[in-house]
Nanobody, 124 residues
C-alpha cells in the first residue's frame, strides 16, 4: 500500500524556520520524482519544490528560491523541506506528492500519490 505522511508543520513567526518531512511507505523513493505543493485558502495548489530521481536535480518555485531546500534520505525513505526566512505569504497547507516517473513536473495532475497535508502558518 502506497502511503505518504507529512509532519513538521506549525505556527512560526515571520523570519523563522520549519522543517517538513514526508515519510513514504509501499515504494522506494529513489526511483521516483517527489515534490512539495502548497495550497492557501482561496488559491490554487502550487508546486513549491521537487526532487528528480533521474539525475538528482532539484527545482523550486521562484518565490522560495534561496529560502527553501528539498532533500531526500534514501535510507529512511523520506523527503524533507527545510524552510527558512518564512514569510506570511508562505502560509498554506503543504503536501508531498509522488510522481511515478523519474522527472519532475509542474502540474499537480502529474502526481499520482499525495499525503494528507500539514498546515504551515507564518504569523506574528
Amino acid at each position: 500500500q502506497v502511503q505518504l505522511v507529512e509532519s513538521g508543520g506549525g505556527l512560526v513567526q515571520p523570519g523563522g524556520s520549519l522543517r517538513l518531512s514526508c515519510a513514504a511507505s509501499g515504494f522506494t523513493l529513489d526511483y521516483y520524482a517527489i515534490g512539495w505543493f502548497r495550497q492557501a485558502p482561496g488559491k490554487e495548489r502550487e508546486g513549491v519544490s521537487c526532487f528528480s530521481s533521474s539525475d538528482g536535480s532539484t527545482y523550486y518555485v521562484d518565490s522560495v528560491k534561496g529560502r527553501f531546500t528539498i532533500s531526500r534520505d534514501n535510507a529512511k525513505n523520506t523527503v524533507s523541506l527545510q524552510m527558512n526566512s518564512l514569510k506570511p505569504e508562505d502560509t498554506a497547507v503543504y503536501y508531498c506528492a509522488l510522481r511515478t516517473r523519474t522527472s519532475c513536473s509542474n502540474g499537480s495532475d502529474q502526481y499520482d500519490y499525495w499525503g494528507q497535508g500539514t498546515q504551515v502558518t507564518v504569523s506574528s
